[in-house]
């Protein structure tokens, strides 16, 4: 049967959810789906991700500025492994390495990029402990996290742009985190327009070099193609940027395009992006008109085009996954998730083939 850990925003994030919710395969129609309830009692878990070895689940409490880790003990619960680890102010995203060792924080609210160390069950490793491996890392003179930060803390981005002409003050929004192929690791920073790419170091991070996307682009999330390309979604020029890695491993941009020919700044806001398994389609979903965007890559994966838009059957769609041949949508504002139909030939969104009311749905995670 199918089912997903539905995110969600609780009453503190101005949403309904009570914690990881359930969503699994109606029994009198097996390509819908049902809401079957909360089965954690935590505020606001509004990204998910997976452990890549055990039964472990962890989850940003934006609200709360924390990152908790769940274990699973039935075939569709959850328990609390640990208590929450401090991370930082609005933390929304959350990527555990493929090693399963830590998992990065990145978070919206203070800019915070943040490593979490993971021990042999899963659990997060407290922030005292954290910040004994620093010590130990600046001993070996690796460098250590910002002063005040929690241990494992990447250096504060800057503004690239601070010293133009414009009065307007920017904030640092780190938002997403995706581990690259070599090793590294890309975050976006929406407030600075930048990708910065970081090396594991110690228990820490240490910053190898950034990616300066133009003003006011607002890079949001990310895709890691089969290729080896890199490509970010743009919250506030409704683009998608393609970098790549030199011979040298600095990555640059190599193409961009809009996420859809008639997609309008200023009122469309892009969300996520995510990718056919084969790589061949990428979609993004566009708060606004409340549109799905597909787009063909083409070549070596270092271009793309636009080839459909649809109706999401939401309101402001703030995450969708391809499954199983199908596009599942988040609508955060309508309490509701739908199921869409793709043309494999040409990767279009066909319609609309199933709706459910949930609970201020934020985030999709199938269960392993």
Known sequence: MT???????????????????????????????????????????????????????????????????????????????????????????????????????????????????????????????????????????????ETGAPAGTGAAASDPYAASDSAEERVSHAHAAAFLPDGRIATTDLGFDLVRIWRPSGAGLALDHEVVLPRGTGPRHMVVHPSGHLHVVTEYSCEVFTLAAGPDGTWSVVSSTLSSPIAVVGADFPAELARTRDGHFLYTALRGSNTIAALRVRGAGESLESVALADAGVDWPRH?????????????????????????????????????????????????
């Open 3 to 145: 089912r997903f850990w539905l995110g969600g925003y609780g009453p503190a994030m101005d949403g309904t959810a009570d914690g990881i919710g359930l969503l699994a395969g109606a029994e009198s129609a097996p390509t819908a789906l049902e809401y079957r309830g909360a089965v954690t009692e935590t505020p606001s878990p509004s990204w998910l991700a997976q452990h890549p070895t055990l039964d472990v689940v962890y989850a940003a409490l934006e609200g709360d500025a924390a990152v908790q880790a769940f274990a699973r003990t039935g075939e569709s619960s959850l328990a609390p492994l640990g208590e929450p680890v401090e991370a930082g102010q609005y933390v929304c995203h959350v990527a555990v390495a493929p090693s399963g060792a830590y998992l990065i924080a990145s978070c919206y609210g203070d800019g915070r990029v943040v490593r979490i160390g993971l021990d042999g069950a899963g659990r997060p490793i407290p922030d005292a402990a954290n910040r004994a491996a620093e010590l130990r890392a600046a001993l070996l003179g690796e460098p250590g996290p």
């Open 320 to 368: 969708h996954l391809v499954h199983e041949g199908k596009l599942l949508v988040a609508g955060q504002r309508s309490d509701s998730i739908t199921l869409l139909d793709l043309d494999e030939r040409t990767g279009a969104p066909l319609g609309i083939r199933h709706e459910a009311q949930t609970p201020t749905p934020t985030h999709f995670l199938p269960v392993r």
